[in-house]
């Protein structure tokens, strides 16, 4: 299995509080993800990094930002947590297409609640 | 854009029962293509990829056959287990981005 660690892997929350989500890999994976899953939704990116200090917006990006400092850390904040940010928020790492194909390899979750 | 399309669950099989799950998709160029499992409170595991067109991915006892001449990706399995109950992801890489379909929850009766 891919070495890829979420912290904390269930939170809850009041709405307008600032939530930090932490997503850690020992593969030294180019590339990492952040997706949430909802019900009815599937899995709906919303920053991905290509790099440390590179990243860019996914399909729902509104209401949260990302950093990453070093390749093994990629954070994930909602800087004022609403209700609708209430999900299961996903990992995901992957090499990179310096061999034209590319695999993702998911962590384990964090469940949040916001309420 | 590139998209994926997996029939809807959830679906209901008996054990030992043949298994079909519907994956087709939208893509230009040459994507490879992924079915991922995920069981109740985890995350997405990888089951099996195919790259090129015609290529057989195989795992576990699934199989899944990239056929480009139909656009589609259906993972099958002889024989179910109570144990493949989860959800099942088929999925598309194609120029730098990752594209997944909904997800088909099957159930699988003892």
């Known amino acids: 299995d891919a070495g890829i660690t979420q912290s904390p892997r269930h939170k809850v929350t009041e709405t307008g509080t600032p939530v930090t989500l932490r997503c850690h890999q020992t593969?030294?994976?180019?590339?990492m993800y952040w997706y949430r899953q909802d019900p009815g939704h599937g899995l709906r990116l919303i920053h991905y990094s290509y790099g440390v200090k590179d990243t860019d917006k996914g399909e729902v990006s509104d209401g949260y930002s990302v950093s990453r400092s070093k390749t093994e850390d990629f954070l994930l904040t909602l800087e004022s947590a609403t209700s609708s940010q209430t999900s299961v928020y996903f990992c995901?790492?992957?090499?990179?297409?310096?061999?034209?194909?590319?695999?993702?390899?998911f962590g384990p979750g964090t469940r949040l609640t916001v309420l | 854009g590139d998209s994926v399309t997996q029939m809807e669950g959830p679906v209901t099989l008996s054990e030992e029962a043949f298994l079909t799950i519907n994956c087709t998709y939208t893509a230009t160029g040459y994507p490879s293509l992924f079915w991922y499992v995920q069981y109740p409170g985890e995350g997405l595991q990888l089951l099996l990829k195919?790259?090129?067109?015609?290529d057989k991915g195989s795992n576990k006892g699934f199989e899944a056959t990239y056929r480009k001449e139909t656009t589609s990706f259906h993972l099958e399995k002889g024989s179910v287990q109570v144990s493949d109950s989860a959800v099942y992801f088929c999925?598309?890489?194609?120029?730098?981005?990752?594209?997944f379909g909904s997800g088909t929850k099957l159930n699988v009766k003892p």
């Open positions: 995901a790492i992957s090499e990179g297409a310096s061999s034209g194909t590319d695999t993702q390899y």
């Open positions: 195919a790259t090129k067109a015609d």
């Open positions: 999925a598309l890489y194609n120029f730098n981005k990752f594209y």
């Open positions: 593969e030294n994976h180019r590339y």
